[in-house]
């Protein structure tokens, strides 16, 4: 029987192992917290706002440093910074199941985050050095089936532990898992730095984590504030300001932190919009389909993890598959193939009622799951393979970034016309049942948190509560069906982008995409000219 790997092959299962230990932690981390929400809420009185900080902390610090957590590996070491950024995840897991309040949860999940960024791009720079060309897509798709399995494992197993031991458990779970990576990847991977030295770019990471917050802020707390308040028109504008000052200080640095001559690539530009809007709709999904199953339908933690095994169960059997097609075919097929099938599923599942059986659910749940499964080992490799071995910190922390500024967008965003929806429409809701304007206005203040406190219901009729109940999850339903076709245009845009500007065939022997070839496109004086082939990155 052949070696799944050539040469050295029993230390590079080992290295593979260690890779996907550090990466099962976030995933498994980010499917359990999921699950766990409602139960936070509960126990920390957290709303809906509450809730988007929760996970968009953690995503805001991630996807801030991811970049720079890329260049510092490449530039410091690619396993130290690997073995730091595991060091700070597993203590900050520790540091979150021992909150107290949102405030301190928040803070700590925004460490995780940290620890994240220094981790993450080390975890596929590491195997991109450690693999050659010809294993690289084999070995990332057994990376994207592991994160899958996290994805597979994490609702249903937290489910489990939140019903049991409560909510901090879900982050206690995560210390044992990273000691035991820790411990693997200190004896077995061996230390790399990138050939061409890179340098911190500290204006660019400032001007784009501050726009990149204030936009998130200005989203999230809109609901709360509404879309006319002074703060949230000056964070938006803010947030655009320092977005495009950050884009013009990248265009003339010669230390970028993101070099946009790299957009040139189309392979590297279409996979990091498909990593984009696919994190947008997953992230979303998530997100709201838990809240779904226990606001709206009364399901426990457990019962909702259970439920969204359809959707990871497929991403956990589809994407190692999707990694190999990719490695003999190239990775536009499933590109496209992958956000088509899970943009329809969206678009089926925003058809779901409140009172719609699981069973006809589960389909459209594995049509989700098939389509992202599709999508993510291609897309990975689109990207590191755009970009070549020596920028591979780069182009891990590209891909991750789009991936998690995508579902940072995804959850503030959805969130947003989720909450707006169910006000709008259980305001309309409230009127038919003639309540007193001080309870009314309450049950409308708890739904801008996208709740219902069950003490407002207190004094009234066993009719009339019933109503109010089923009124607010009719609104509920109303923003959810809303927020899930926005999230399927942009999953649809995703397979539109693949298959246009993704190169088809198999990669090169030296990792990279195939050339395009030269095509002749009208300029404007009629005559005919030929396109330049793929630029070269330039050095940085």
Not at 104 to 111: D, E, G, K, T, W
Not at 161 to 175: A, C, D, M, P, R
Not at 389 to 406: D, F, H, I, K, Y
Request: proline residues 5%; aromatic residues 10%.
């Amino acid at each position: 029987m052949a070696p799944m790997f050539a040469g050295d092959s029993r230390r590079k299962i080992i290295i593979l192992l260690a890779m996907c230990f550090a990466l099962f932690m976030a995933m498994l981390d980010n499917t359990v917290v999921n699950v766990a929400l409602p139960t936070m809420a509960k126990d920390l009185h957290a709303g809906v706002s509450g809730l988007q900080w929760i996970v968009d902390g953690y995503v805001l610090a991630f996807a801030s440093l991811l970049l720079t957590g890329g260049i510092i590996g490449d530039r410091y070491g690619r396993k130290r910074m690997f073995l730091l950024g595991l060091s700070i995840f597993t203590l900050a897991s520790l540091a979150c199941g021992l909150s107290g309040s949102t405030g301190q949860l928040v803070s700590f999940r925004a460490l995780q985050g940290i620890g994240a960024a220094l981790l993450m791009p080390g975890t596929l720079s590491i195997l991109t050095v450690t693999f050659p060309p010809s294993e690289r897509a084999k070995a990332i798709g057994i990376w994207s089936g592991v994160s899958g399995l996290a994805l597979a494992f994490g609702p249903t197993a937290g489910g489990y532990l939140i019903e049991h031991s409560g909510w901090q458990s879900i982050f206690f779970l995560n210390v044992p898992i990273g000691i035991l990576a820790f411990l693997v990847a200190w004896r077995v991977v061996k230390e790399s730095v990138a050939e061409e030295s890179r340098h911190l770019d500290l204006v660019g990471l400032g001007l784009g984590t501050a726009g990149f917050f204030s936009i998130v802020y200005a989203l999230i707390e809109a609901n709360q504030r509404g879309w006319g308040d002074a703060l949230i028109v000056g964070m938006l504008a803010l947030g655009v300001l320092f977005m495009a000052a950050f884009i013009s200080w990248e265009y003339v640095t010669p230390r970028a932190m993101m070099p946009l001559q790299f957009f040139k690539i189309p392979a590297f530009s279409a996979g990091n919009s498909v990593a984009f809007s696919i994190s947008l709709g997953m992230f979303g999904t998530f997100f709201f389909y838990s809240l779904y199953m226990q606001l709206v339908r009364g399901y426990s933690a457990l019962g909702t993890g259970i439920r969204i095994l359809p959707i990871t169960g497929m991403i956990f059997f589809v994407a190692p598959q999707a990694g190999r097609f990719a490695q003999k075919f190239g990775s536009r097929l499933p590109m496209t193939f992958g956000p088509l099938l899970a943009g329809t599923g969206l678009v089926l599942l925003s058809r779901v009622g409140i009172d719609t059986s699981f069973p006809k659910m589960i389909p459209v749940l594995m049509m989700m799951g098939i389509g992202m499964g599709a999508t993510m080992a291609p897309m990975t490799a689109a990207v590191m393979n755009s970009v070549g071995p020596q920028r591979a910190g780069l182009g891990s922390a590209m891909t991750n970034t789009s991936r998690e500024v995508g579902g940072t967008f995804g959850i503030a965003l959805l969130g947003t016309l989720l909450t707006v929806g169910l006000r709008s429409t259980l305001t309309n809701g409230l009127a038919s049942l003639h309540l007193d304007l001080g309870r009314q206005a309450a049950i409308l203040g708890a739904a801008a948190h996208g709740t219902l406190d069950p003490k407002l219901l207190q004094g009234l009729s066993p009719q009339t509560a019933f109503a109010v109940q089923h009124a607010f999850a009719l609104s509920f339903m109303h923003g959810f069906r809303v927020a899930l076709v926005v999230a399927a245009a942009f999953v649809y845009l995703a397979g539109i982008v693949a298959w246009v500007y993704i190169p088809s065939g198999a990669p090169s022997a030296d990792g990279g995409v195939p050339a395009p070839r030269e095509v002749a496109t009208a300029s404007t004086n009629g005559h005919r000219r030929t396109a330049a082939k793929r630029p070269a990155p330039a050095r940085t």
